[in-house]
């Protein structure tokens, strides 16, 4: 394979003396003997987002490394330091399992410090969540967590926060971009460490976060009436091996089971195909020794610990998967119900879902007189709404489909420590009820409708694909049909020209978010079909969502059947649009 000359040039600058002879070794080793690769590793630079980086590990300039971060850090320091001119800066590092998470962490930190900030680093791995709690609790001005999520092993990433703990928005995000984008030789790096302003810190930072995350439980009393509920819980090899066992012992818990072999911190992930709770293979381990144990509950968490998949028993009492629409909904209900219960329900409450989340959430607030609102698909939004809201109006809780929830306003992110601890106590509660969450989650389609999703990712190939996909779009967008599966149109919801449009009445209202290119479909039957390119790979996911009214339990498995095929033809429908 030629090696393209342009391609060589970066690669040969990656051996000069700016860079260390670890990395020179590498760099001159790709270019005598693996063309590929070097191509892959040098034929970009490593795209630094709204969220941040995340790329396959190894050198380059398309690659997660010791420079790209550091290119990101010092972007980031310069821009924090012209936003907070003349203050005392501050920074909060945190890191996953995967390879190289706590050397990149360890670099972040030393940039930040040659920068002048004082920068809190964790002394060992801990969850994405808790980076955002530490940022609020130390009043930092920003804050990275090193963690690619559930992607493949490979892969790693390097994930930034604001002073609210929430990761970027408008108009940070795109600003950081410009600033990052203005580093292009690692010379510009300040690598000139300053140990004295590195605080490690540890257990003390974990103590005042579970006794504050703690102090969310709505029902102690019923916890401690419930406390021998078996519940097997597993990291996968990640970051929350320790803090959700450690709140559900706070929340009063006591039989909780560990997945010893999924225990370790890996970085590879040995025991799964892919460390992700929305893949039903990730909780098989968990399952078997639910089944050994017999356990009541089963909950898994991915690699930095910010979303959690669950397993229940069903009235067969075998276990089944809920997927994350249906753990939102149980999670929320319950919330209500107990704010309500307890008195606390004032009238300025408020709950968040995002626009491809089910609408049964909606229903829920309804029935409780609280506010909905929703957002753009990324927890960020959430956070921004809160930000936006703090003082006005309390915050309840929040979710999204893709299984990342939040409980209270303490972190400023999807939280799976809180997440599991709830969803236990809602499992106490059922219990103390004379119910599984299995049975309440059918009791709550009993009383707000039976609502199911589904979800469809197309993936075309090049730039033939993506135009595709863009004619697709345009297709909806300009030319929508009047009725999909026999069923009437009658509401339009176009993101990216922020506009909801009313068929039967022509009338037009705006649309209250940043713009983005995704268009929604609502059925004169409570259907609701979300297309949602993808801004960066020739991909379209495709959203479903039905419902029927289910006057009885006892018709729960005839209905999800009619639901099912429902979803279905809709699917086979909007693609022959």
């Known amino acids: 394979m030629k090696i393209e000359e342009s391609i060589l040039e970066r690669a040969k600058l990656w051996t000069g003396s700016n860079f260390d002879e670890k990395t020179r070794n590498q760099v001159e080793h790709l270019i005598r003997n693996d063309p590929a690769e070097l191509t892959e590793s040098f034929y970009r630079d490593l795209e630094f987002g709204t969220g941040g980086l995340r790329g396959i590990m190894g050198v380059g300039t398309n690659r997660m490394n010791k420079y790209t971060v550091g290119m990101a850090t010092q972007g980031l320091a310069n821009y924090v330091k012209m936003k907070f001119p003349g203050e005392t800066l501050k920074a909060a590092i945190a890191y996953d399992c995967r ?34 709690f530490t940022i609020r609790h130390y009043g930092c001005h920003t804050g990275v967590i090193i963690t690619a999520s559930h992607n493949p092993k490979e892969y790693n990433g390097y994930k930034v926060y604001w002073n609210d703990g929430a990761q970027l928005v408008a108009p940070h ?4 971009i410009e600033e990052v984008q203005k580093i292009t030789d690692v010379s510009a790096i300040n690598f000139d460490k300053k140990p004295e302003l590195i605080s490690i810190i540890g257990e003390e930072t ?52 560990n997945v010893p072999e999924q225990d370790i911190p890996r970085g590879d992930f040995p025991t799964v195909i892919s460390p992700n709770p929305e893949e039903p293979e990730a909780l098989t381990m968990a399952i078997a020794k639910a089944e050994e144990v017999n356990a009541d509950l089963v909950m898994a ?45 004032k009238g300025n409450e408020y709950i968040v879902k995002t ?113 595709e996909i863009n004619n697709m779009m345009d297709k909806f967008r300009n030319h929508p049909p ?14 990216k020209l922020s506009m909801e449009k009313h068929l039967k009445t022509g009338t037009e209202k705006l649309i209250d978010l940043p713009k983005s290119n995704v268009i929604q479909f609502f059925l004169e039957d409570g259907s609701v079909i979300t297309m949602r390119p993808s801004g960066t790979e ?10 029927e009214k289910l006057d009885q339990k006892e018709d729960f498995e005839a209905v999800e059947k009619t639901l099912g095929a429902k979803l279905n033809k809709l699917a086979e429908s909007i693609q022959q649009v």
């Not at 190289?100 to 801990?126: C, D, K, M, P, Q």
């Not at 020739?538 to 419902?547: D, T």
């Open 482 to 495: 009047a009725h999909i599966d026999g069923v009437e149109l009658v509401v339009i919801k176009d993101y």
């Open 99 to 132: 390879d190289n998470s706590e050397f990149f962490a360890r670099t972040t930190a030393e940039i930040f410090s040659a920068n002048g900030f004082e920068v809190y680093l964790f002394e060992s791995l801990r969850p994405t969540p808790l980076l955002s």
């Open 173 to 176: 995000d795109t600003n950081v």
């Open 301 to 345: 968490t991915d690699p930095d610990g910010d979303r959690v998949g669950i397993a229940v028993r069903d009235h067969n009492n075998e276990f089944v998967l809920l997927n994350g629409n249906q753990a939102a909904s149980l999670i929320i209900y319950y919330l209500l119900f107990q704010w309500k219960a307890t008195g606390k329900l």
């Open 355 to 467: 626009i491809v989340t089910t609408e049964l959430l909606r229903e829920i607030a309804n029935g409780f007189n609280t506010e909905c609102y929703d957002v753009l698909t990324g927890f960020k939004f959430i956070a921004d709404i809160i930000r936006r809201l703090e003082g006005e109006k309390t915050f309840i809780g929040g979710g999204e489909e893709s299984y990342g929830y939040l409980i209270g306003d303490l972190v400023r992110d999807k939280d799976a420590t809180i997440s599991c601890a709830i969803i236990a106590e809602t499992m106490a509660w059922a219990r103390e009820n004379g119910k599984t969450l299995y049975q309440m989650l059918i009791e709550i389609y009993v009383k707000y409708g039976f609502y199911k999703e589904k979800l469809i990712s197309i993936t075309k190939k090049g730039k033939e694909g993506m135009e």
């Open 206 to 257: 974990d103590k005042v976060y579970i006794e504050k995350l703690t102090a969310l439980s709505l029902a102690p009393d019923i916890i401690q009436k419930h406390k021998d509920l078996k519940i097997v819980f597993t990291p996968i090899h990640g970051a929350s091996v320790k803090l959700v066992p450690d709140l559900l012992k706070s929340f009063g818990f006591e039989q909780i089971y």
């Open 538 to 547: 020739p991909k379209i996911k495709f959203y479903f969502g039905v419902k």
